[in-house]
């Protein structure tokens, strides 16, 4: 009985444990609350994966009401993988927060920081689960509200600046899509997608469409911080609490790549989004821009969290340029990305929380000798560096090798050599924390750093392992994204 | 603002009618315009008055900040019980039909209790943001 609700409950549940951390207001209560929804949430996010995997769409009426007039939760194989992803990040960065957040953010303000997350947790779930472009308006709305919160409790007080800069950029992002949707509304009377997707071939030629695909992909561009739209981004990672910055890193701009998806080939449909408009042409030279400028501008930064965020403004180039192929393996690249990407920011942000947790900064003249001080610590950031870079055995090489096979299969093959050369300045920024741990020797007066606590270890391990786990056994995440691929092209057309 | 008078005066005569029309707003939601939401910007706005006129301090007597803050929680749980409830009387989530024998009276009920959990997180909320700006630089 309780199964059929599982849409529903997976945003509900974080949602509703929100407002009981208000209550509490004990630290220890919210955080216990917190890790046990998300966790929920990540068993649900499971079962319904499982679901999917085996009936097929499912479809959730909230309130009763039929779709297309009431609001419809539809969960498919794209963004059932999504959920997963999401509530699974959440899982493992909940596990780790206690003590780097009593370290972070002041004793009050620990009850409030859980209960943003949960509304956070809760508005990324939702823009995932559900199959209406207004609710997800609304969802983005709560997740976006939620993170400026969450960026402005870090302890450096540009942290406020970095929140605000956030803020407005993503403000506009957020009334980009709303006016986007709501000349969809305009045109065709109706806000379900799946609605939406059959009435819009209809009026595809107006130029109201055609205004709202553009304010649609340049609304969620900002979100997911496309260049040249990425400039919050290193700001808001760099100065963020590490478990803010672990989560929203993860999460945040994954999902809005989920919303990009949504709406180019569920809603527009690849034909309308692609071929009446130009936007391969421009999302693939503005991919390998960003894959290239960020990778530049990630080496020359001092701050490493900082320096991962440029590269997460990288990151997000290969997903796009995967997207700018539309063709199955192309988005098969893209979706894989989007997990293995969580996975290695996931892992490298945790680790640095540990590295914060010891030293209190993220500064790379601090770092001198600490791989021999921290060695598990620093394994795990050389782990998820090799990672990144796309070493064949982690995940990274994974995605890549799809995104490669991608370049070649559409004749451009020029592009393959332009991700590799991209995997090269992954390497030079990622040696550049082994040289100064590994082999300049540490300062005298650092003598008492230790390793970081087990606590902070285990949960940053789950992840690193993660990235080696998929990348060997790749059955899971290779089979969901070409379903997801498919399902995404097949039900364009 | 202890010499505006006519201030004074004023406030108070226009504060129980505020609040009052805030209820009228809430309550009669369902049957003309209105809602919780703007019923809760209302009955927020008369507290605000109150704060303007006579000091927040004051106001912090009346509408306690624990209690406030305890209010923004009560209003959106609220909201979510009402949709766990349906949800376990067998309907779908936020499916008031299933509150009552008759679906009629139950979406009545449902949107009835809904939209007073509304009014209290907006009000409690509005209240708050107030507090918190007004007393910056001050505790």
Known sequence: MISQHLPALQVVIPLLTAPVCLLFNNARVAWILSLVASSVALVIAALLLQQVLTVGILTYEIGGWAAPWGIEYRIDPVNAFVLLIVAAIGTVVMSFAPRSVASEIPEQQIALFYAAYLLCLAGLLGIAATGDAFNLFVFLEISSLSSYVLISLGRDRRALTAAFQYLIMGTIGATFILIGVGLLYMMTGTLNMADLAKRLPLVADTRTVAAALAFLTVGISLKLALFPLHLWLPNAYAFAPSVVTAFIAATGTKVAVYMLLRFLFTVFGATLSFEAVLLPTILLPLSLVAVFSASIVAIFQDNIKRMLAYSSVAQIGYMILGLSFVSVTGLTACILHLFNHALMKGGLFLALGCVVYQLGSADISKFAGLGRRMPWTFAAIVVGGLSLIGVPLTVGFISKWYLVLAALESGQWWVAVLVLIGSLLAVVYMWRIVEVAFFQPAPRQGSQRREAPLSLLLPTWVLIGANIFFGINTDLTVGVAQRAAVWLLGGAS | ?139
């Open chain 2, 1 to 139: 603002m202890r010499h505006h008078l006519i201030l004074r005066i004023v406030a108070k005569l226009l504060i129980p009618p505020i609040l009052l029309f805030a209820l009228y707003v809430q309550f009669h939601g369902d049957f003309g315009p209105g809602g919780g939401f703007q019923a809760g910007v209302i009955f927020g706005a008369g507290f605000i008055l109150y704060a303007l006129i006579f000091g927040v301090e004051t106001a912090k007597k009346v509408a306690q900040p624990e209690i406030v803050r305890v209010m923004v929680a009560v209003g959106v749980l609220l909201y979510g019980a009402v949709g766990l409830v349906s949800l376990l009387l067998g309907g779908s989530y936020l499916d008031y039909s299933v509150l009552a024998h008759d679906p009629v009276r139950g979406q009545h009920l449902g949107i009835f209790i809904i939209e007073l959990g509304v009014g209290i997180t907006v009000a409690a909320v509005m209240i708050t943001i107030f507090f918190t700006f007004a007393s910056r630089g001050r505790s």
